[in-house]
């Protein structure tokens, strides 16, 4: 089992930033591939972004390519998403989760086999 605990959500103006960090714990966290997703009000659940175990191979969603930077760090185990240029369009629960079971940077939600509680992000126009 892995445990995965969102933080850093709010209320931020158009324009400006915020930093979600999950932290995890359970099953050994290096080796497996981290995500974050996102999910608006009426809308499916979406990708935003990928990162390897090593950190050396990310993966982001157009939308958010240029504007969101996923990190992690394996030693504190956890991972974390910088967003700056925040958008309306943003607004929703931002989720972390954790595939155990293939190295690929994947987008599809099925695939990852673990998910955090999700932290809500909103931004005013």
């Known amino acids: 089992q892995v445990q995965l605990v969102e933080s850093g959500g709010g209320l931020v103006q158009a324009g400006g930033s915020l930093r979600l960090s999950c932290a995890a714990s359970?099953?050994?966290?290096?080796?497996?591939?981290m995500g974050w997703f996102r999910q608006a009000p009426g809308k499916a659940r979406e990708f935003v972004a990928a990162i390897s175990w090593s950190g050396g191979n990310a993966a982001s969603a157009d939308s958010v390519k240029g504007r969101f930077t996923i990190s992690r760090d394996n030693a504190k185990n956890t991972v974390n998403l910088e967003m700056n240029s925040l958008k309306p369009e943003d607004t929703a629960v931002y989720y972390c989760?954790?595939?155990?079971?293939?190295?690929?940077?994947?987008?599809?939600?099925?695939?990852?086999?673990?998910w955090g509680q999700g932290t809500q992000v909103t931004v005013s126009s």
């Open positions: 989760a954790v595939r155990t079971n293939g190295r690929l940077l994947v987008t599809m939600t099925h695939l990852y086999d673990y």
């Open positions: 359970g099953r050994t966290f290096s080796p497996y591939v």
